[in-house]
DNA sequence: TTCGAATATTCCTGTAAAGGAATATCCGCA
DNA sequence: TGCGGATATTCCTTTACAGGAATATTCGAA
């Protein structure tokens, strides 16, 4: 997983322009408007997202259609499947660490009892 | 979805310890030998992702045992989920866009035939 | 080719954040 | 109560980045 996908999700305005383009692609300027963005900003954002690889331009005409790219998501989506399994064993196992303790000082074993 | 848990992912440091505590909680010492960072740079980062509400930590003897927080996770997984939707339905649906364009301009209704 | 709409880029400034080094704090124990 | 290990905090400096304003670029149409 990388780091960049977050930072490029970690700028509120940025994560506004991704939750607006789950409705559908868009052209910059109405995601400018429906953000209440000034379009040298919006177009910036949407520059690092691209960048990042979140978004992808397509040139309609004189307008530059914006739309989600999915791999970042499925990335994601494995990323978080790692941690559910992690949850499932070990989950809060705070007793597995205190139990290493034990097992890395002198304590020796003392057959269970 | 708040863009605090993005960011607090967004440093690769952080990025690595939320990975590292995916095996288990941990203390502060542990976390900084194995990721070769200085402790208090450890203990920085520890506190912004708890800030954050992704690790909470749990004193034992004279250690601080971190370990994940489930719910920026669940949430996660949530926020990923409205875009699952998102693609099944109307995913590549550039046209879907075109056809708005069409609409928009002096094409008049054709009474949902 | 010239014009205008739509969009991208550049320059500038302020600010938030990261690492390094030093230091403070906390806690169990002798 | 004082000590030492473990951890947190502070101060400082450097750098990355966001917004504002102005400007450059692109493309289609006349």
Redesign the pocket.
């Known amino acids: 997983m990388n780091a960049t996908t977050f930072?490029a999700l970690a700028?509120p305005?940025r994560l506004d322009i991704i939750e607006l383009l789950r409705d559908g692609p868009m052209?910059?300027?109405e995601i400018a408007d429906r953000l209440e963005l000034?379009?040298?900003?919006?177009?910036?954002?949407?520059?690092?997202l691209s960048d990042a690889g979140l978004v992808e331009?397509q040139?309609v005409?004189?307008?530059?259609i914006y739309k989600l790219c999915p791999q970042p998501f499925l990335e994601m989506d494995e990323w978080l499947d790692s941690f559910r399994r992690a949850w499932e064993e070990r989950f809060d196992r705070l007793d597995d660490y205190l139990r290493e303790l034990q097992g890395m000082e002198k304590k020796p074993d003392n057959g269970g009892k």
Do not use: D, F, M, T
């Open positions: 930072s700028e305005n052209p910059v300027g000034h379009q040298p900003q919006a177009s910036k954002h949407l520059r690092v331009v040139p005409a004189n307008k530059r």
